[in-house]
């Protein structure tokens, strides 16, 4: 099964970061991904992209969340790009 690769922009004392990460943690135990946290203060660029957005989702590099994460929007999503790839959760 291939990996979904996920991308999540974010920084410290971030309460919406934190509640995405832990929607992300929890779908994490039944799909196969690989996340990774991106701390926007550690690029200028980045940081100037993204400051009043966070967090920022992107899945398989496409931006699919802004703000806010919704589980159940999040597994049609993730179901939708395995069964795209013939496998089944």
Known sequence: MSLIDIEIYTKDDCHL??????????VARDYPLRITEIDITKDEKVYIKFRE????????????????????TLRKKLDKLINYQGEKP
Do not use: Q, T
């Not at 970061?17 to 929890?26: I, N, R």
């Open 53 to 72: 957005s966070i967090p920022v989702v992107f899945i398989n590099k496409k931006r699919e969340f802004i703000y806010k994460v919704h589980e159940i």
């Open 17 to 26: 970061c934190e509640s995405v990460k832990d929607v992300l943690m929890s």
